[in-house]
T-cell receptor, first 110, second 113 residues
Framework: DAKTTQPPSMDCAEGRAANLPCNHS???????VYWYRQIHSQGPQYIIH???NNETNEMASLIITEDRKSSTLILPHATLRDTAVYYCIVRGGSNYKLTFGKGTLLTVNP | GAGVSQTPSNKVTEKGKYVELRCDPISGHTALYWYRQSLGQGPEFLIYFQGTGAADDSGLPNDRFFAVRPEGSVSTLKIQRTERGDSAVYLCASSGGPGNTIYFGEGSWLTVV
């Protein structure tokens, strides 16, 4: 699976949108972009995934560039409970496992 | 159950002892995974089951670690002769099959003293 690059940390004000970037310049055509987050002392939580179209669910939006070499996870109205490590992971369509990097520590400030 | 369930949530054991960690996957999920997470690191893959068989055990660090899933549902991770370096959170996850979304449990925190 292609590797991803994320900033180690970011800050966001409560109530504002949090935009978390991810670079995956070597992504292949059949590889998906997955986002998970891990709140302190909990297991990783699935957020969203996409192939090439933008995706939205009740938690977040995923914007994938046209060349698919990067993506952005958007939390539209960040709350203090969104403080967590966010992992961007590229995974092949039939690949059975996820390979985690170090992720981005998002801190939402009051 | 509604989610992946892991027991115990916390385990403290003495160096050299044997430990078992249990995972109950989401009902109907055929794929089951074990990961290990050390402080400050992302989860690291240990082993993957598809049904009853271990399809990929390449992440197991050494032969002290073993996992089973005899009936294709509940899985047990077994660690023999524990060492202090085995202290970590052991995460279990499941999915409906290869390529399907993977859902994680809350983990079992193992401390070896």
């Amino acid at each position: 699976d292609a590797k991803t690059t994320q900033p180690p940390s970011m800050d966001c004000a409560e109530g504002r949108a949090a935009n978390l970037p991810c670079n995956h310049s070597t992504i292949s055509g059949n590889e998906y972009v997955y986002w998970y987050r891990q709140i302190h002392s909990q297991g990783p939580q699935y957020i969203i995934h996409g192939l090439k179209n933008n995706e939205t669910n009740e938690m977040a939006s995923l914007i994938i560039t046209e060349d698919r070499k990067s993506s952005t996870l958007i939390l539209p109205h960040a709350t203090l409970r969104d403080t967590a490590v966010y992992y961007c992971i590229v995974r092949g369509g039939s690949n059975y496992k996820l390979t985690f990097g170090k992720g981005t520590l998002l801190t939402v400030n009051p | 159950g509604a989610g992946v369930s892991q027991t115990p949530s916390n385990k403290v054991t003495e160096k050299g002892k044997y430990v078992e960690l249990r995972c109950d996957p989401i009902s109907g999920h055929t794929a089951l995974y074990w990961y290990r997470q050390s402080l400050g690191q992302g989860p690291e893959f240990l082993i993957y089951f598809q049904g009853t068989g271990a399809a990929d055990d390449s992440g197991l660090p050494n032969d002290r670690f073993f996992a089973v899933r005899p009936e294709g549902s509940v899985s047990t991770l077994k660690i023999q002769r524990t060492e202090r370096g085995d202290s970590a959170v052991y995460l279990c996850a499941s999915s409906g099959g290869p390529g399907n979304t993977i859902y994680f449990g809350e983990g079992s925190w193992l401390t070896v003293v």
